[in-house]
């Protein structure tokens, strides 16, 4: 659980490598886009601030979160990616259809860091209200965007 009205997406840019010479992917949902944009705004915003240049952070939309493996598989086949950055938002309803989604997106991104050999990062919040996603797209608790990118660029330079 995070602690309550801490901001956990500073970072010390003087310990992260340079992401200038780095590419990255970034997929999207676009279920809940007003919190998926929120998130790949701070992905985007830390890779940048750590060196990565625009035309190296390629972007794209899939329907929803459960589509971000495939999205992600698909970047890595054709991409030239160093990381990917798996981007999603899912809010709990009134069916069990919430565990199903998450349970299967998180499998998938797993599955995708045992099957290749470029780190997908999982940024997919599983909140039960939109105030918890908010307070997580940039808001209270930060961007878990923009720990996304820190976490790609780390995974991108290791080994």
Known sequence: ???????????????????KKLRFGIVVSEWNDKITHA?????????????????NIVRWNVPGSFELTYGAKKM???QEVDAVIAIGSVIRGETSHFDFVCSATAQGIKDLNVAYDVPVI??????DTLQQAIDRSGGKHGNKGTEAAIAAIQMAVLG
């Open 1 to 19: 659980m995070a602690t309550e009205n801490k901001n956990l997406s500073v970072y010390d840019k003087s310990k992260i490598p340079n992401a």
């Open 39 to 55: 998130l790949y705004q701070g992905a985007y915003d830390a890779l940048a601030d750590c060196g990565a240049i625009e035309e």
């Open 76 to 78: 890595i086949l054709t």
């Open 122 to 127: 999982f940024c997919v919040l599983t909140d």
